[in-house]
T-cell receptor
Framework: AQSVTQPDIHITVSEGASLELRCNYS??????LFWYVQSPGQGLQLLLK??????LVQGIKGFEAEFKRSQSSFNLRKPSVHWSDAAEYFC????????????FGQGTRLTINP | DSGVTQTPKHLITATGQRVTLRCSPR?????VYWYQQSLDQGLQFLIQ???????AKGNILERFSAQQFPDLHSELNLSSLELGDSALYFC?????????????FGPGTRLTVL
């Protein structure tokens, strides 16, 4: 069964610093991978997705992620964070073919220091 | 705004009671998914409906049931409520029944069982 691990429960970075959030997945075939962001009291917003093709994907709000099959990873990056990026970030995987459910990691809470 | 609406936003009830959560998908989307977000279990897939029919089932308790109506809105029914059912319940929609595409999430319904 597919699974997602986000090793970091909580990360604190200074405003303007770079960010990398880690995500490792377990799935036998080529996965469909996603990063979602959840602001306090809000729903989930899709930041970016990887289905196939170029392993470096660009998303909204200046985020990017790189798919590395050899490491079963899909880490999220941003070169310079803004205070408004403080939120919870979820990595998710969906099985290919007919299965559409998303399997989420436990989430990483991002705090931004001014 | 994702275009997915959920009502009510908050629900407070007592143990043993029954509640109904409602979801309206984005215009044109045929698939509806339900997810539960709790502190203990994180974000978990419950069930998917496509054009009125159940398509996939996840970790949904027998006390919970769902349906999708001809106008494509969906309801999640939770009965014999327990304290542990307190959670944020998300609905998501997509335009496909199989083969993956992006899921758009609603703002969620926060259920508190006292």
């Amino acid at each position: 069964a597919q699974s997602v691990t986000q090793p970091d429960i909580h990360i604190t970075v200074s405003e303007g610093a770079s960010l990398e959030l880690r995500c490792n997945y377990s799935y036998g075939a080529t996965p469909y991978l996603f990063w979602y962001v959840q602001s306090p009291g809000q729903g989930l917003q899709l930041l970016l997705k990887y289905f196939s093709g170029d392993t470096l994907v660009q998303g909204i709000k200046g985020f990017e992620a790189e798919f590395k099959r050899s490491q079963s990873s899909f880490n999220l990056r941003k070169p310079s964070v803004h205070w408004s990026d403080a939120a919870e970030y979820f990595c998710a995987v969906a099985a290919g073919g007919g299965a559409q459910k998303l399997v989420f990691g436990q989430g990483t809470r991002l705090t931004i220091n001014p | 705004d994702s275009g997915v609406t959920q009502t009510p936003k908050h629900l407070i009830t007592a143990t043993g009671q029954r509640v109904t959560l409602r979801c309206s998908p984005r215009s044109g989307d045929l698939s509806v998914y339900w997810y539960q977000q709790s502190l203990d279990q994180g974000l978990q897939f419950l069930i998917q409906y496509y054009n009125g029919e159940e398509r996939a089932k996840g970790n949904i308790l027998e006390r919970f049931s769902a349906q999708q109506f001809p106008d494509l809105h969906s309801e999640l029914n939770l009965s014999s409520l327990e304290l542990g059912d307190s959670a944020l319940y998300f609905c998501a929609s997509s335009d496909r029944g199989q083969g993956y595409n992006e899921q758009f999430f609603g703002p969620g319904t926060r259920l508190t069982v006292l």
